[in-house]
């Protein structure tokens, strides 16, 4: 599986971003995707997550009001719309991916990363 996570870039403090990642290389679709951040000099935090059967979705206290998570399960694609972006929430942001493939892990795949920095 591959994980291709887009969207990040540089905005200004209070405005929007999109993030997208899409799920390649397996027919069936993942049971939850995730998305994760690890800020400059700070371990990696959970950010959303979204089940894929019934859309229920999970957020971190510090983004809820401001973050939205979706899918679209026919492109296995799990967005993330950023809204009322703070200069905390400078960071690299992970998608990843829970296909049941592991015991030992929540998530199986992890996507490459795309970058995010809200300047005040």
């Known amino acids: 599986v591959q994980l291709q996570a887009s969207g990040g870039g540089l905005v200004q403090a209070g405005g929007p971003l999109r993030l997208s990642c899409s799920a390649s290389?397996?027919?069936?679709?993942?049971?939850?995707m995730g998305w994760f951040r690890q800020a400059p000099g700070s371990e990696r935090e959970f950010v959303a997550s979204?089940?894929?059967?019934?859309?229920?979705?999970t957020y971190t206290d510090s983004v809820k009001g401001r973050f939205t998570i979706s899918r679209d399960n026919a492109k296995n694609t799990v967005y993330l719309q950023m809204n009322s972006l703070k200069p905390e929430d400078t960071a690299v942001y992970y998608c990843?991916?829970?296909?049941?493939?592991?015991?030992?892990?929540?998530?199986?795949?992890w996507g490459q990363g795309t970058e995010v920095t809200v300047s005040s």
């Open positions: 990843a991916a829970d296909y049941g493939d592991s015991f030992f892990k929540e998530y199986d795949y």
């Open positions: 290389g397996r027919t069936s679709s993942p049971y939850k």
């Open positions: 979204i089940k894929w059967s019934d859309g229920s979705t």
